[in-house]
């Protein structure tokens, strides 16, 4: 027998890393395992080409020095782990199976962080996450457009960001359409324009599709709206009925507001005319949707804090006629009166909420599906973004759910995509969900800054 030039060299290196540790067998195994095995078991042996060396299910018998040695000297030719003898001398092997045994149980370092990332999402079977888009900082509400594009407007950065779609599909550049805007969270479209919600007035990029890239000009469509930034910000939709419909929140946690201009949604036409109150005693929305067949509007509000980590709930609203109220700052959550402002009323004067979403959850946007990807169970059912609690001791939200309806009535109220919050740690707070044309599922996240995808091929 006769040994190639390379494996004369791969003993030389062994056997000088061998002899200079030979008084500390774990750091001559860890500098063996480094030089021969990391390339593809990984450096912390977490895995790369081959598999983790650490906890899984062991493909050639547990992980006994005896069978260590077995498959570390014979290798699996057909499936790229090398025989490493005689490369090695049995010694040497001997000792890299002493230091795998005893690591073999060890729950090791994670793989790369997005999928890391997108690993630890939760979704029903037969969905699949993915990263569309990152780098839209503080991310808000989305509208997509005719020709694919998604305009996103922003909280802090004060940025709107056209997200223009790859060659691929599953993925899309970050464009900035506008910034040094107020807080423009609020996007939708109209006629080929978008409208943008600022805090205290509603501006308007023409022709979008064919100037998101050339940094457009803008005309103001209307000004003079309150100034408050305590819920102050406004998300904005476009109505089956081609008005602008537009929210004012409550400038408080809990105050008086009947008789002011807060606290209730608005419609108005494109121009800015014709402001008018389309429902009162809202909080503070930050998103709503028009029922794809009955195209009443449904929104979700959120509750009051100060009450405690467990009451009062957020809000699913569904407004069904003129001159609704929907119980602020009287009745919060359909069934509890306000300790203030309550006593000399009834929670039954009030429109009692469709769902009850939880204390502190946080209700953001939220869409109507209807989609042909999805399975039909989800057709115009309603996805929420639950951005999540800022001051419960335990926090809550941080989730995508979808409500199932009878006619108007919830029936069910689940969990679509859990994750973002991982034991203490936060990696994502949702904020909007809008469909695709494909009926994909998006989801910004203002947290990371990024947008999420979400398919289904299950069958
Ligand atoms: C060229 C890539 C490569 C190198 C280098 C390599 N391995 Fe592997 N190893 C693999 C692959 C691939 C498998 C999985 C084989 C299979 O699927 O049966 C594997 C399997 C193993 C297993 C069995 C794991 C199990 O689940 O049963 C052990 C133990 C192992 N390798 C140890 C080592 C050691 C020790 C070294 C360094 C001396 C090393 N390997 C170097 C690719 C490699």
């Known amino acids: 027998m006769y040994q190639t030039a390379l494996q004369a060299a791969a003993i030389g290196m062994a056997l000088i890393s061998f002899s200079a540790y030979a008084a500390a067998p774990v750091a001559a195994a860890e500098k063996l395992y480094q030089a021969n095995c990391a390339v593809c078991h990984g450096a912390k042996l977490e895995g790369a080409v081959g598999p983790t060396l650490g906890e899984h299910a062991w493909i050639h018998g547990a ?85 694919g594009v998604v305009y996103v407007g922003s909280r802090k950065a004060g940025k709107i960001y056209a997200l223009v779609p790859r060659a691929d599909k599953q993925s899309a550049d970050v464009v900035t359409v506008a910034e040094g805007l107020e807080n423009p969270i609020g996007v939708t479209l109209l006629n080929g324009a978008l409208y943008v919600g600022e805090i205290s007035r509603v501006i308007r990029f023409d022709n979008i599709d064919k100037r998101y890239a050339q940094k457009p000009s803008y005309d103001v469509v209307k000004v003079g709206l309150p100034t408050d930034k305590w819920h102050g910000e406004k998300v904005m939709r476009a109505g089956p009925d081609g008005k602008l419909y537009i929210p004012v929140g409550a400038p408080c946690n809990i105050c008086d507001t009947d008789d002011t201009r807060s606290a209730k949604i608005y419609r108005m036409n494109p121009d800015g005319s014709q402001l008018e109150e389309v429902a009162r005693g809202v909080r503070n929305t930050v998103g709503f949707d028009f029922h794809p067949s009955t195209k009443q509007l449904w929104f979700t509000d959120n509750g009051r804090d100060e009450l405690g980590d467990n009451t009062p709930s957020c809000e699913l609203n569904v407004v069904t006629k003129p001159n609704q109220h929907f119980g602020f700052p009287y009745c919060h959550g359909g069934v509890v009166p306000d300790p203030q402002f309550g006593k000399n009323r009834s929670c039954d004067e009030f429109e009692a909420p469709v769902a009850k979403l939880g204390p502190h959850v946080a209700p953001l946007g939220m869409t109507f599906y209807t989609g042909k990807q999805f399975p039909d169970i989800y057709r115009n059912n309603i996805f929420v973004a639950e951005h999540g609690s800022w001051n419960r001791s335990t926090k809550s939200g941080y989730t995508v759910h979808l409500i199932t309806l009878y006619g108007n009535k919830m029936v069910s109220d689940t969990s679509f995509i859990d994750g973002f919050l991982r034991g203490d740690e936060v990696v994502g707070r949702p904020v909007d969900v809008v469909m695709q044309a494909d009926g994909s599922l998006l989801v910004s996240d203002d947290y990371a800054g990024r947008i999420f995808r979400v398919t289904y091929d299950g069958k």
Do not use: C
């Open 63 to 147: 992980p006994t020095k005896a069978n260590l040695i077995n498959v570390i000297s014979k290798g699996v030719p057909d499936k790229n782990m090398p025989a490493w003898s005689p490369t090695l001398s049995a010694a040497q092997i001997a000792m890299l199976a002493d230091y795998i045994a005893a690591n073999a149980n060890k729950k090791l370092a994670a793989p790369a962080a997005a999928n890391d990332l997108l690993g630890g999402f939760k979704l029903p079977k037969g969905f699949r996450i993915s990263v569309y888009a990152e780098g839209a900082a503080t991310a808000r509400s989305m509208v997509v457009s005719d020709s």
